[in-house]
């Protein structure tokens, strides 16, 4: 099994940043995407930022200009610096990564989320 651990949120004022990071470990295998998703209360999980191996980066249109998402692929880490926060992007925060395991298949890991709250 492949555990997913985030750290780095919290509360911050509205125009603060924060750096969230997510490590995995355990079972080995081949890291392709690396992915962020943020869910508010009473809302579906969102799409936020997702990390390709080569270098191409993907951000939803609330968050481009804004959050950046880097990663470590030897480490197995991924980062989203986060920018000129906002209200509503409070939420919790969840990352994601597809690992091969096998050449042929992909499985999705999540992390266990954590909380980011903008005070205005």
């Known amino acids: 099994q492949v555990q997913l651990v985030e750290s780095g949120g919290g509360l911050v004022q509205a125009g603060g940043s924060l750096r969230l990071s997510c490590a995995a470990s355990?079972?080995?295998?081949?890291?392709?995407?690396m992915a962020w998703y943020r869910q508010s209360p009473g809302k579906e999980r969102d799409f936020v930022a997702a990390?390709?191996?080569?270098?191409?980066?993907n951000y939803a249109d609330s968050v481009q200009g804004r959050f950046t998402i880097s990663g470590d692929y030897a480490e197995k880490t991924v980062y989203l610096q986060m920018n000129s926060l906002k209200v509503e992007d409070t939420a919790v925060y969840y990352c994601?990564?597809?690992?091969?395991?096998?050449?042929?298949?992909?499985?999705?890991?999540w992390g266990q989320g954590i909380q980011v709250t903008v005070s205005s």
């Open positions: 990390l390709a191996p080569w270098g191409t980066a």
């Open positions: 355990g079972r080995p295998g081949r890291v392709n995407w």
């Open positions: 994601k990564f597809e690992i091969y395991h096998t050449p042929h298949r992909g499985d999705d890991y």
